[in-house]
Nanobody
Framework: VQLQASGGGLVQAGDSLRLSCAAS????????MGWFRQAPGKERKFVAG????????QYADSVKGRFAISANHTKSTVYLQMNTLKPEDTAVYYC?????????????????WGQGTQVTVSS
């Protein structure tokens, strides 16, 4: 499984960004997909997760109501629409593929990761 994240950038507080994660590889459609973020000096944290059929999704409390995750199965791409961005959203955002929906919120050994895309929100 290969993951390619894109769409990060430098924005002001209150702005919006949309991240994309292009997924490829054998069996990728059987994986649950997620976004994590890691701020400097801090651990990687779950942001949002979704199944490819969009039947299941969940969010970290810190982004509920502001971020929206979506999946386009035909394009094998997962998106993270981020609205009303805050300085505390500044981090490197990583796309992840997890073989199990049950562990989508956890960084686990079986996960695949993209290269990360920097999001910087200025106040």
């Amino acid at each position: 499984v290969q993951l390619q994240a894109s769409g990060g950038g430098l924005v002001q507080a209150g702005d919006s960004l949309r991240l994309s994660c292009a997924a490829s590889g054998r069996g990728v459609s059987s994986y649950a997909m997620g976004w994590f973020r890691q701020a400097p000096g801090k651990e990687r944290k779950f942001v949002a997760g979704i199944t490819w059929d969009s039947a299941l999704s969940q969010y970290a409390d810190s982004v509920k109501g502001r971020f929206a995750i979506s999946a386009n199965h035909t394009k094998s791409t997962v998106y993270l629409q981020m609205n009303t961005l805050k300085p505390e959203d500044t981090a490197v955002y990583y796309c992840a593929a997890d073989p199990s929906w049950r562990t989508i919120k956890i960084v686990s050994r079986g996960d695949y990761w993209g290269q990360g895309t920097q999001v910087t929100v200025s106040s």
